[in-house]
T-cell receptor, first 112, second 114 residues
Framework: GEDVEQSLFLSVREGDSSVINCTYT??????LYWYKQEPGAGLQLLTY?????DMKQDQRLTVLLNKKDKHLSLRIADTQTGDSAIYFC????????????FGTGTLLAVQP | SQTIHQWPATLVQPVGSPLSLECTVE??????LYWYRQAAGRGLQLLFY??????ISSEVPQNLSASRPQDRQFILSSKKLLLSDSGFYLC?????????????FGPGTRLTVL
């Protein structure tokens, strides 16, 4: 079945880079996404990557996709305290479904 | 631009009482709509999704139901709430027919069942 896994927690110091990892099982995934959730709020779409790409960069965010290993990562450069949140990866699986499969979320704590 | 609204923002209800949560989307037509529940601040569980008026797909068996009486309105209901229904309920939409299917989320409703 479809499964998306993430580590539960990551702690970094302000100014360092953060790398949040995600693994998925469906090799037919077409798009993969990163969402950010701040406390008590809904999910905010940060970025996405199409499955035929290896990398996508958007300002401080870099997404790397290793399709062979079914591994997705989100790198945040110069991490700030405002980046503290839960980060979810999600995949759009192949086929006619309109659903996304979400990971369990990684809590990023940025220490000043 | 498109916006998505949910209300109420917070709700405290006794066990056995009914529930009605509302979600509306503005600035788009014929969106796909979704209801998720997030327990303990982590993990999203898809409850229902809808590709059109009156078309509801249920993902998990439960005492909740969903309805879509209008194109941009999605309602989550229960006749009798259980303690286990407590959680953070999120509504999301996505453009119909799009290839990317990125979902855009509302601000959520915090439900506490006592």
């Amino acid at each position: 079945g479809e499964d998306v896994e993430q580590s539960l927690f990551l702690s970094v110091r302000e100014g360092d880079s953060s790398v949040i990892n995600c693994t998925y099982t469906d090799s037919s995934s077409t798009y993969l996404y990163w969402y950010k959730q701040e406390p008590g709020a809904g999910l905010q779409l940060l970025t996405y990557i199409f499955s035929n790409m290896d990398m996508k960069q958007d300002q401080r965010l870099t997404v790397l996709l290793n399709k062979k290993d079914k591994h997705l990562s989100l790198r945040i450069a110069d991490t700030q305290t405002g980046d503290s949140a839960i980060y979810f990866c999600a995949e759009k699986t192949g086929g006619a479904t309109n659903k996304l499969i979400f990971g369990t979320g990684t809590l990023l704590a940025v220490q000043p | 631009s498109q916006t998505i609204h949910q209300w109420p923002a917070t709700l405290v209800q006794p066990v056995g009482s009914p529930l009605s949560l509302e979600c509306t989307v503005e600035g788009t037509s014929n969106p796909n709509l979704y209801w998720y529940r997030q327990a303990a601040g982590r993990g999203l569980q898809l409850l229902f999704y809808s590709v059109g008026i009156g078309q509801i797909s249920s993902e998990v068996p439960q005492n909740l139901s969903a309805s879509r009486p209008q194109d941009r309105q999605f309602i989550l209901s229960s006749k009798k709430l259980l303690l286990s229904d407590s959680g953070f309920y999120l509504c999301a939409w996505t453009p119909s027919g799009g290839a990317r299917n990125e979902q855009f989320f509302g601000p959520g409703t915090r439900l506490t069942v006592l």
